[in-house]
Structure formats: structure tokens, C-alpha cells
């Protein structure tokens, strides 16, 4: 039995959020971006698709934070700061001076530089 059985015979409702905009006729842009830390976030190659799927779109709605790829009861942390590379990115959409939205993902994090950034419209 797989995980993407077991997700399709009990979740039959659950849905990604790419069905959900589709369904409503909206537009929506999407890319993919960073979960787990890189060793040269201040070099953000991979921001390139976010950014031009961002710069068409009226509102940003980011949905990221941490997922089981960097947390775990294996892993263990010494901080609750967001992953380097998602803060990098984030702060180049608020660049796009476009309404910020974030949905956090995942498990705690500090939020603590995010409400210090203007463009940042909120946290979910």
C-alpha cells in the first residue's frame, strides 16, 4: 500500500492548492522553491522561476516553512529560525512591492524577521 493510495482512498477531498485555483477559474502562477538549507543562500539561482511567476501575479501567496526533509525526531535542531534560503527568497519577492502573504508550513519556526519586513502583508 502506498502513501499516494492511502492519501487518495482516505482523503478523497484533500486537494492541492493548484486544484483549488482551478476550479475557481482564478489565475494563479506557481513555482517551486527552497526548503532545506543550502551552503549559499546569498547566492539565490533557484529564485529565478519564483521570482517571474511572482512578478505577473497581483498578490504573492508563499507557502513554505519546514517539512520532514530538515525536522523529525532523527534531526534534531538548535534553532527555530526559517530555513536561510526560504528568508532569501522572501525577501526578494517583497522587493516585488506586491501584497506578501505567508502560509507557514510545518513545524514551529521563528517568525521574528518576517513582521520586520514592510511588504510583508501577513503570516498564516
Do not use: C
Not at 22 to 41: C, D, E, I, M
Not at 85 to 96: G, R
Request: proline share 8%.
Amino acid at each position: 500500500m502506498t502513501n499516494s493510495w492511502r492519501l487518495q482512498r482516505h482523503s478523497p477531498y484533500l486537494q492541492h492548492l493548484v486544484f483549488a485555483t482551478q476550479q475557481l477559474n482564478l489565475a494563479f502562477y506557481s513555482a517551486l522553491g527552497p526548503v532545506t538549507p543550502r551552503k549559499h543562500p546569498q547566492h539565490p539561482t533557484w529564485t529565478a522561476p519564483a521570482l517571474a511567476a511572482a512578478a505577473k501575479a497581483d498578490m504573492i501567496l508563499y507557502f513554505g516553512g519546514t517539512d520532514i526533509g530538515i525536522t523529525g525526531k532523527d534531526k534534531d535542531h538548535e534553532a527555530i529560525a526559517w530555513p536561510a534560503t526560504q528568508l532569501t527568497l522572501l525577501e526578494h519577492l517583497a522587493t516585488l512591492r506586491k501584497p506578501v502573504i505567508i502560509v507557514q508550513l510545518g513545524d514551529q519556526v521563528d517568525d521574528t524577521p518576517l513582521p520586520q519586513n514592510k511588504n510583508i502583508s501577513a503570516i498564516l
